[in-house]
């Protein structure tokens, strides 16, 4: 897992980023004021991000019709928001879904909803197609919090 610490930084920015606009904008708005006041804030930051990416799935080498929009993605990670009274299982499970699927190795899950902002950080390891929650310093936490 050594290759994870190599995001702590861009991770480290796009949280602080986040931390700017929750603090500017406060918690409970819609999703999408969130979603476009964060590519604002990264954009004045200098870091480059894309908006509702679209991620295609394929079945046994089948390219499938329906596809999914990523909420942003920063490079080689996947940025997930809500605006939500707390996090769930399900909102989890979907950032996993967009790793596996995807393929990217980490992914940060924020939530705007609350009055304090809640992140988390995940990470996909490809050989055993598992995801993993991870600290601020990129080492996996214990396993009861595996998705």
């Known amino acids: 897992m050594v290759y994870l610490f190599e995001y702590k930084d861009l991770v480290y920015q796009i949280i602080g980023a986040a931390m700017t606009v929750h603090s500017e904008l406060g918690y409970g708005l819609l ?11 990264l954009k004045d930051r200098g870091i480059e991000s894309v908006r509702e ?20 993605v920063v490079g080689d990670v996947i940025v997930e928001l809500k605006s939500v009274s707390e996090l769930v299982a399900g909102h989890r499970a979907q950032l996993c879904n967009y790793l596996r699927l995807a393929r990217k190795p980490l992914g940060i ?15 996909y390891d490809k050989t055993t197609n598992r995801c993993f929650v991870v600290d601020r310093n990129m080492r996996p936490v214990p396993m009861e919090y595996e998705e």
């Open 53 to 72: 990416q679209e991620l295609k799935i394929y079945y046994k080498q089948h390219l499938l019709e329906k596809t999914y929009r990523m909420d942003m």
């Open 109 to 123: 899950l924020i939530n705007f909803g609350e009055e304090c902002l809640v992140g988390e950080r995940w990470a």
């Open 31 to 41: 999703e999408p004021v969130y979603q476009e006041a964060l590519q604002l804030e």
